[in-house]
């Protein structure tokens, strides 16, 4: 056990060793490998600040009837219960006017809009939870309860909620697809660096092989000297990424606060962010793997 620490340190200082004898190499490596990690980085980070948008809706089909305005209590009862008596419809919550007004003052940025209000516009409403799904028979819904006595507008809710969480899906999708694009080109870049240490090492690794080194020996320097390029191109993503970040907030913040809100585009999460710094320690280590393993199969051949 103790000799194996050993090896393994002995391979950690060669590898620190290497990048000290080319640091303006090893810098550019990483700074490359950086910038491209922070692409997919930046736009997953994004798309966690823009999650609570759809958190709090619903992606249910929701129904929304407003009443007419001489609408009284009674006949919106009577309305309440042929909705309630219709096969295809799963609930119904009646919202009085009062009560959406109070909603929408408790909405963020809307509360100083609504106290200059001389009285309260907003209607009485149902919200009706359909059984279907469909979007045709919600259709057909939707033009039935508009031809009932007393309605003023019916409105589909949540189709907005669905699109969001689609488009979300599709930029998820994306950013996956171009981190797998951009990991293919971290490991031809840790794979190239390696290729050209092996070079300059090449007498000695052949030397080695003659005098009994083992394949695990000779190949554990590179993999550590890959897995540290890579952790270096990590931490400059975080940074490149918090720091885009902290620019691009100087103008979200003047923009959320002309509606009245306190929105920030946020950093990763520590999950995430130690997530990010060793999946390109772990792309460094397999494309030195990859250099090694060609190489060592080109010696074992002659």
């Known amino acids: 056990m103790k000799t194996w620490l050993r090896q393994h340190r002995q391979a950690i200082a060669a590898a620190f060793g290497k990048l000290a004898a080319q640091k303006?190499?090893?810098?550019?490596?990483?700074?490359?490998?950086?910038?491209?990690?922070?692409?997919?980085?930046?736009?997953?980070?994004?798309?966690?600040?823009l999650r609570h948008v759809t958190q709090g809706a619903s992606h249910e089909p929701r129904l929304s009837v407003f009443l007419r305005s001489e609408i009284g209590r009674p006949e919106a009862d009577a309305l309440g219960t042929r909705l309630k008596g219709d096969a295809r419809v799963g609930d119904v919550r009646f919202?009085?006017?009062e009560q959406a007004l109070k909603e929408l003052q408790a909405t963020e940025g809307l509360a100083e809009v609504v106290a200059a209000?001389?009285?309260?516009?907003?209607?009485?409403?149902?919200?009706?939870?359909?059984?279907?799904a469909d979007a045709a028979l919600l259709d057909a819904l939707a033009a039935e309860l508009r031809a009932m006595p007393g309605v003023a507008h019916v409105q589909v809710d949540s189709a907005w909620a669905r699109r969001l969480g689609a488009l979300a899906g599709t930029a998820r999708i994306a950013i996956a697809l171009l981190a797998a694009l951009l990991?293919?080109?971290?490991?031809?870049?840790?794979f190239n660096t390696i290729r050209l240490q092996i070079l300059t090492q090449r007498a000695e690794i052949e030397i080695s092989k003659l005098i009994g080194?083992?394949?695990a020996f000779i190949r554990r320097p590179f993999y550590y000297l890959g897995a540290l390029q890579g952790l270096a191109g990590g931490l400059?993503?975080?940074?490149?990424?918090?720091?885009?970040?902290?620019?691009?907030?100087?103008?979200?913040?003047?923009?959320?606060?002309?509606?009245?809100?306190?929105?920030?585009?946020?950093?990763?999460?520590?999950?995430?962010?130690?997530?990010?710094?060793?999946?390109?320690?772990?792309?460094?280590?397999?494309?030195?793997?990859?250099?090694?393993?060609?190489?060592?199969?080109?010696i074992e051949q002659k």
Do not use: C, H, M
């Open 24 to 49: 303006s190499a090893a810098l550019l490596n990483a700074l490359v490998i950086g910038i491209a990690l922070s692409l997919p980085a930046g736009g997953y980070a994004l798309l966690s600040s």
């Open 213 to 215: 080194a083992t394949d």
């Open 117 to 132: 209000l001389n009285r309260n516009p907003l209607p009485d409403a149902f919200v009706v939870r359909p059984k279907v």
């Open 236 to 298: 400059i993503a975080l940074a490149i990424l918090q720091a885009s970040l902290a620019t691009l907030n100087v103008g979200v913040s003047e923009l959320a606060a002309s509606y009245g809100s306190a929105f920030r585009l946020a950093f990763l999460e520590p999950g995430d962010a130690l997530a990010v710094v060793l999946f390109s320690a772990a792309l460094g280590w397999y494309g030195a793997f990859l250099s090694v393993s060609k190489y060592l199969r080109e």
């Open 183 to 190: 990991a293919f080109g971290l490991v031809a870049i840790t």
């Open 95 to 97: 919202v009085s006017r």
